[in-house]
Structures are given as structure tokens and as C-alpha cells.
């Protein structure tokens, strides 16, 4: 395996590293531990000790957030990429009504008379630009979904509602949002009611270091109404704008990686999957280790209900093929060929069951102790 130093090597032997350079200094090599080997001298090594390091290797596919978070891109190859957006606020501002006129407008306005499928995420269009957005609902998903490592989002909206202000859930999102280290556009919301008062919501916000650009600040604030679609075009301008900054990009040459949004079993379909693809580009027939399943991928549809046959960078899609249901924020890689991603997707079931049957002994002695 590329990149593997002598501890590394030691380690993955079960022996000393001064006895592996003890050993590569009689092959004439002269190493110290932190020192990277190449392919050969590693199977030269490894068939010393009676082992297959190509078998060795395989074992490790297991460990595919090696794969996801490589990070070796073709800098030739970037391309400028759809930013992700995820949508949060307090309950009853707004936030299912903005994605719903979103989607709405998108679908009458392309094809007319398109079904429109829920798949948990869809892309929007403004000005022939692309913006991806996440309907996650809640602030739970986006947290699961960043405690398993999968950052997916590029930019929160932020909807707060002009007649009800700053509430817990506001405060909720925007410590999500920080931690994540998104920047956050405000969507003041509800303008059209009365008594809506977006300029004390923007005062309130100042507590958080959300201060409008008018006063001084850097984040950009929308007044809309998500019920009667008021400044919603604004509202994705403001969002391309932010994208415009963070210059987003992806190399699309590379084997396809990305996240779960959702899934769930389909009586007739089996395993059904929206996945959102990150780096590189999901094919057809691509095999993939997706959390701690595997397979081919089957069929891929758009929030449309099309069929397509690759999906790029910043693209969610509903996938087919799967042998098992895997978790929100779980992560996806395409693999070489179809034999180690069921190793690997194997190998990962096999771990994640040890895991659950080690924390479930200990939660037993917990018990124990605590009933006692
Ligand atoms: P949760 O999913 O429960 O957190 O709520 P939500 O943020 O998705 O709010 P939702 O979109 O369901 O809206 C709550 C209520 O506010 C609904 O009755 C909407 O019709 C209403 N509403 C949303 N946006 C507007 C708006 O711009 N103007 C007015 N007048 N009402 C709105
Ligand atoms: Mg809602």
C-alpha cells in the first residue's frame, strides 16, 4: 500500500519495527521508522514473514475512510461545483413552506407536468446554475450526519420568522452551523404577516455575530415570504453570491465518493438510497461500499424520477443495488471491482457487529452495577 512507513508495516506484521529495519539493512536497505517503502520492498518484506501482502491489503479495504478522505486531486481537473445548502431554523418558521416553493417553482418551470419524488434532497436552478439543497429536516439529521464525519453542507440557511424572532431552535442552528464552519445566510421569513418585524430579528441576531451587512457586518440577510414567494429569486442570488466566495470545486475524473442522505427498504426495489456525491463521478454499474453495505449500482434517478447514467460532484441521487440498508451520513466509495467492495462492505458488517456485541456487554455490567 502506498505511503506505508516502516511502523506502519511493523505494526500490520505484529512485530518490531527495529526488527523490520534490522532486516531490510541485511536486504541493504538503510531505513529509520518514519521512512515511506515502496510496493516491492513491502511484499519482499512481508513474503519474508510468510505473508501475502496483496491478502493483507484486501483485509484492509475495510478501513474505506482512507479512500474517502483522500485527497490526492488532480488540480488540472477541478471544476467549479453546485453549492449544498441545508435549511434550518425554529419550528413553524417556515422552513418545510420555502422548500416546498422552491421545488415547485423548479418543477413548473422546466418540465411541466413532472412528478416531483421525495428523495430528501433536489436541485434548484437560477440563471442556469445549479444549487443543491438537503431536505433534511431538523437539526437532528444535520448533527448525526456531522458526528459520523460527513460534512456535506456548504452554506445553512438560516429562516427565522419575522413575527415570532430569535427562539432556541435559531440559537440551536446557528451553533450547528458554527461548528460545522458554514457561513450562514439569513432568510427573514414571513414578511407578508402582520406584525412581522425583520429588523428586530436582525438586532437579535447580533448577539450570535450575525450582523448584516448594513450595519457593518458580513452576513447577508433576505427578507422573504416563503408562503407568497416574495424575494425567494433574491434569496438564491444571495446563495450563488456566497458560493461565488468559497470558489467550490470538485474533480470530476475521480472514482465517485460522497454521503447517505437517506434511505430505506423498498418492497419491489430492495435497498433504496439517496446519496449525495462529493468528489469524482457515480456510474452506472459502479460497485461501491456505501457505510457497511455493498454492491453495484443498479438504477440512479433524479429527484425527477429520471434515469441517469453518471452523477458529478454536488449531485444527489437515488440509488439502487445495495445488499443491505445503510445509515444517514454514512459514507460511499466506488471501488476497483465489484469482489472488494463486498470484502470490504463484509469486513465493515463484521466490525460494526463486534462493536454493538462489545458495547452491549459493557452496557450489561453498567446495569449491574447500577441495579444494585
Ligand atoms: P417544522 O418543520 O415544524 O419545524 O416547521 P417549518 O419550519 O417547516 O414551518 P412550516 O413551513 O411548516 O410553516 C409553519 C407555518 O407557517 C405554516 O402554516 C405555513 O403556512 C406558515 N408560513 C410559512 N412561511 C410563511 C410566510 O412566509 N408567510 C406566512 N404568512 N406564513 C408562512
Ligand atoms: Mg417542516
Not at 458526528?147 to 456548504?154: P, S
Not at 414578511?191 to 451587512?213: H, W
Not at 460522497?258 to 457515480?282: C, F, M, N, W
Request: glycine share 8%; hydrophobic share 40%; charged share 25%.
Amino acid at each position: 500500500k502506498v505511503g506505508m512507513n516502516v511502523q506502519d508495516l511493523a505494526k500490520l506484521l505484529h512485530r518490531d519495527a527495529s526488527e523490520i529495519i534490522k532486516k531490510l539493512f541485511l536486504l541493504g536497505i538503510v531505513t529509520n521508522q518514519n521512512q515511506s517503502l515502496d510496493e516491492d520492498t513491502i511484499e519482499i518484506l512481508a513474503a519474508d514473514y510468510g505473508i501475502d501482502a496483496k491478502q493483507k491489503e484486501e483485509e484492509d479495504l475495510a478501513d474505506i475512510d482512507r479512500f474517502f478522505d483522500d485527497e490526492t486531486v488532480n488540480e488540472d481537473a477541478l471544476e467549479p461545483r453546485a453549492p449544498v445548502v441545508t435549511i434550518m431554523g425554529h419550528v413553524d418558521h417556515g422552513k418545510t413552506t420555502l422548500l416546498d416553493y422552491l421545488r415547485k417553482t423548479n418543477v413548473t418551470e422546466g418540465e411541466a407536468g413532472g412528478i416531483t419524488q421525495h428523495i430528501g434532497a433536489y436541485q434548484a436552478r437560477l440563471d442556469g446554475r445549479l444549487i443543491t439543497f438537503l431536505d433534511t429536516p431538523g437539526h437532528a439529521a444535520f448533527s448525526e450526519m456531522r458526528a459520523r464525519g460527513a460534512n456535506v453542507t456548504d452554506i445553512t440557511v438560516l429562516v427565522v420568522a419575522a413575527d415570532d424572532g430569535v427562539q432556541p431552535q435559531t440559537i440551536e442552528a446557528i451553533n450547528h452551523a458554527k461548528a460545522a464552519g458554514t457561513p450562514v445566510i439569513v432568510a427573514v421569513n414571513k414578511i407578508d404577516k402582520e406584525g412581522a418585524n425583520p429588523d428586530q430579528v436582525m438586532n437579535q441576531l447580533m448577539a450570535y455575530d450575525l450582523v448584516p451587512e448594513e450595519y457593518g457586518g458580513s452576513t447577508i440577510f433576505v427578507k422573504i415570504s416563503a408562503k407568497q414567494g416574495q424575494n425567494i429569486d433574491q434569496l438564491l442570488e444571495m446563495i450563488l453570491l456566497e458560493a461565488d466566495v468559497l470558489e467550490l470545486k470538485a474533480d470530476p475524473t475521480q472514482p465517485g465518493r460522497g454521503s447517505v442522505i437517506e434511505a430505506r427498504l423498498d418492497k419491489g426495489r430492495g435497498p433504496v438510497s439517496t446519496v449525495l456525491v462529493q468528489q469524482g463521478t457515480l456510474h452506472i454499474g459502479d460497485p461501491v461500499v456505501v457505510g457497511n453495505t455493498y454492491g453495484r449500482i443498479r438504477t440512479m434517478q433524479n429527484e425527477k424520477g429520471e434515469d441517469l447514467k453518471e452523477a458529478k460532484p454536488a449531485t444527489p441521487v437515488q440509488i439502487t443495488g445495495l445488499n443491505a440498508v445503510p445509515s444517514a451520513g454514512d459514507r460511499f466509495v466506488v471501488m476497483a471491482d465489484e469482489k472488494s467492495a463486498r470484502a470490504a462492505g463484509e469486513e465493515r458488517e463484521k466490525r460494526a457487529r463486534e462493536e454493538v456485541r462489545n458495547a452491549g456487554s459493557v452496557v450489561t455490567l453498567d446495569t449491574l452495577f447500577n441495579t444494585m
